[in-house]
């Protein structure tokens, strides 16, 4: 390699490197000045600078003062619904017509021609490719992530129009007067951004943190209540409820227990039953995979909880007027009905209660008085 090549490969390896220097402490308006002059120069090889560069905030009214009457105005469409806004003006909308209709920029007079949407579409790369340098220029800039997803959306009609679009309060204005072909014609460009709250991102290593005061949040309570059915009282009967009383459920109450939330907002089903001699609820279904109210899919007994098997299909409230009710009956024990002993044998003859052998009934004293009740069937 003579000297000649090797002076010129060292010359480009310091000018990347001094371009990477000055990227990482790249100002805003140094940024906005070289994105045009990239875009402009890599797109048609037209020679474009930037002077005059500055980034300002502005209200809804000062943003509209930018907008002028006969001017390209583009929208921007940004993320989450964000709209910004491109002008040119045209000087610069014609310098981009001619370079890329005729390859060349003139200095022939303007014509009063009205701008339409292919003007548009010929000013729209260098707006979008301006836009997505000085997002990579400003990576450590919180303007870089303002600008960052916007695209060109459409072309605005007149600087009413635009006024009207305005959404956010403020915005983020970046201007620079432009010289094209060599000075032979002389613009302006303007970017109006929606100044937004950007989430910043986390660093590398740090997507798995916990979130901030997770350990505080998991030493709060959190109470979960497991209902079994609803009932439907009279005002009296339920005035006269006191420990001990006992209320009548319906029958595979437990195939449709709901778990609640303490301010009574429905998470889930499932049945109930025990695990290990503690009352334990088998989920049956996903966390709101139903609005309360709709019952869910037969559960199938297995596994290690201890219920009965079978099921019903549905779990009505229950009336007082429709159900037997109750006041008068045993508070309960505790004992689990296996544990209780065998009892002994009688020790009296029942031969010897008077009328037991003539009557094909057991008990018919009680039989008459039960006749009219309708009661479950013990079986169930």
């Known amino acids: 390699m003579t000297d000649s090549a090797a002076q010129k490969v060292l010359s480009r390896k310091a000018q990347a490197a001094r371009r990477a220097i000055e990227a990482q402490g790249m100002s805003v308006e140094k940024a906005l000045r070289r994105a045009l002059a990239r875009t402009a120069e890599e797109s048609w090889n037209l020679a474009l600078i930037a002077r005059n560069a500055r980034l300002s905030a502005a209200d809804q009214d000062d943003t509209t003062a930018r907008l002028q009457e006969g001017d390209l105005i583009l929208l ?39 701008l339409t949407p292919t003007d548009a579409a010929i000013a729209a790369p260098l707006v979008e490719g301006a836009l997505g340098r000085l997002t990579g220029y400003l990576a450590q800039d919180p303007v870089g992530a303002q600008v960052d997803g916007f695209r060109f959306g ?57 979130p901030r005061h997770a350990d505080l949040m998991m030493t709060l309570p959190a109470q ?109 024990t505790g004992v689990e009905e296996d544990d209780l002993p065998e009892l002994p044998p009688l020790d009296f003859d029942m031969a010897e209660i008077g009328g037991a052998e003539d009557d094909d009934d057991d008990f018919p004293s009680f039989a008459s008085a039960m006749d009219g009740l309708d009661l479950p069937d013990g079986t169930d």
């Open 76 to 114: 921007l469409d940004g993320s989450e619904g964000a709209l910004g806004f491109a002008t040119l003006d045209r000087q610069a909308v014609t310098a981009l017509v001619e370079v890329q209709t005729l390859g060349i920029v003139t200095d022939m007079p303007l014509d009063d021609r009205r």
């Open 154 to 210: 459409a072309m605005v009609e007149n600087a009413r129009i635009a006024a009207n679009l305005l959404a956010a309060p403020r915005y983020r204005v970046l201007e620079a007067d432009i010289d094209l072909g060599g000075g032979l014609r002389q613009g302006r460009i303007v970017l109006a951004l929606p100044d937004r709250k950007v989430i910043p991102t986390a660093p590398e290593g740090e997507e798995d943190a916990p």
């Open 224 to 332: 979960i209540d497991a209902v079994l059915c609803r009932l439907r009282l009279p005002f009296a009967e339920a005035q006269k409820l006191e420990p001990g009383a006992l209320l009548p459920l319906p029958a595979g109450v437990l195939d449709h227990a709901e778990l609640v939330a303490g301010n009574g907002h429905r998470v889930t089903g499932g049945r109930l039953g025990q695990v290990n001699g503690q009352r334990a609820i088998r989920v049956t279904e996903a966390t709101g995979a139903r609005p309360a109210g709709t019952d869910p899919a037969p559960f199938q007994a297995g596994g290690a909880m201890d219920e009965d098997e079978g099921h019903m299909t549905e779990a009505p409230e229950v009336d007082a007027e429709a159900a037997p009710f109750s006041l008068e009956l045993p508070s309960e």
